[in-house]
């Protein structure tokens, strides 16, 4: 059993990265980047694995940051609340959301044998996915990850998001069909969007794969409810399987829809990961 200094250790020394060009980015370039026919891939570190790879998406190119320290039994692909580009550099640093629960709790999937791709942005839209990752087009992007990671590293792929990181989630498992992800699990979902989209737009009747649902029981975001938990469940209605988990304690502060709260189940990450995780590798 690793202590949690040691797992601060590794995750905070785990950086790795590779990087593909379009629309501006930096072609990936040098002895440590490898061209295949789905990606650009560069390697960052081989133990722990580490690798920044530029998913090829039609004319455009989708970025991810791969990491892992241990066996890993399933890759999952976190997306992050917010606008949503975590602005993964071609050195794999991640200068955007960092603080968001997925992004600084990864290294806790690690130790559950879970595989990580941090979801940054398809090259062409680098600043907000917020117009578009309900939309057809950024879940044929998401599809085209997902094939790629499933055909790299011969392991289930599931789909994981954080608060507005949830549509980008459940526009994948409702969108996709048979070419989408083996799972789903949705953190403090979105349920009120604004002037944007929020889960309640997709179209959640065509999710069929096994589907999580994890919610702080004091998240007070106005925009993340938890009394609308039972009702997004109902709409999972031909989902294989859908369950609830309900998270007390931890500690609040600050603004109630940002990352240093119940919201982002602040002080209660290690906990909420290893639900997760079993949940994952209970349902292959």
């Not at 959640?204 to 409810?225: A, F, M, W």
């Amino acid at each position: 059993m690793f202590s949690s200094f040691t797992r601060m250790v590794v995750g905070l020394g785990l950086v790795l990265i590779v990087t593909a060009c379009v629309s501006g980015r930096e072609k990936l370039a040098g002895p440590g980047v490898k061209s295949t026919p789905t990606a650009m891939i560069k390697v960052l570190s081989e133990t722990p694995l580490s690798e920044i790879h530029d998913v090829i998406s039609g004319t455009d190119t989708v970025r991810v940051l791969v990491e892992t320290s241990s066996e890993p039994k399933a890759i999952a692909i976190l997306f992050a609340g917010g606008r949503g580009p975590t602005g993964i550099t071609n050195d794999g640093l991640i200068t955007k959301l960092a603080g968001n629960f997925l992004v600084r709790s990864r290294y806790s999937f690690w130790f559950e044998d879970i595989m990580t791709a941090v979801f940054d942005s398809p090259a062409s839209v680098t600043q907000d996915l917020r117009p578009i990752h309900d939309g057809q087009g950024f879940a044929d992007d998401v599809g085209a990850v997902i094939r790629h990671l499933r055909k790299t590293y011969n392991l289930p792929v599931w789909v994981i998001g954080n608060s507005r990181g949830t549509v980008a989630a459940a526009s994948a498992a409702g969108r996709l069909g048979d070419n989408g992800p083996d799972g789903v699990v949705f953190t403090s979902s979105l349920f009120y969007g604004g002037s944007t989209a929020s889960v309640f737009d997709l179209p959640l009747e065509n999710v069929r794969i096994p589907s999580l649902i994890v919610h702080h029981k004091q998240d007070g975001c106005q925009y993340t409810s938890p009394t609308s938990v039972p009702i997004f469940q109902s709409k999972l209605i031909n989902a294989r399987a859908v369950e609830v988990i309900w998270i007390e304690g931890g500690s609040d502060g600050g603004n109630p829809c940002q990352a240093s709260g119940y919201h982002g189940f602040k002080n209660v990450e290690g906990s909420v990961v290893g639900k997760i995780s079993n949940w994952v590798k209970g349902h292959k």
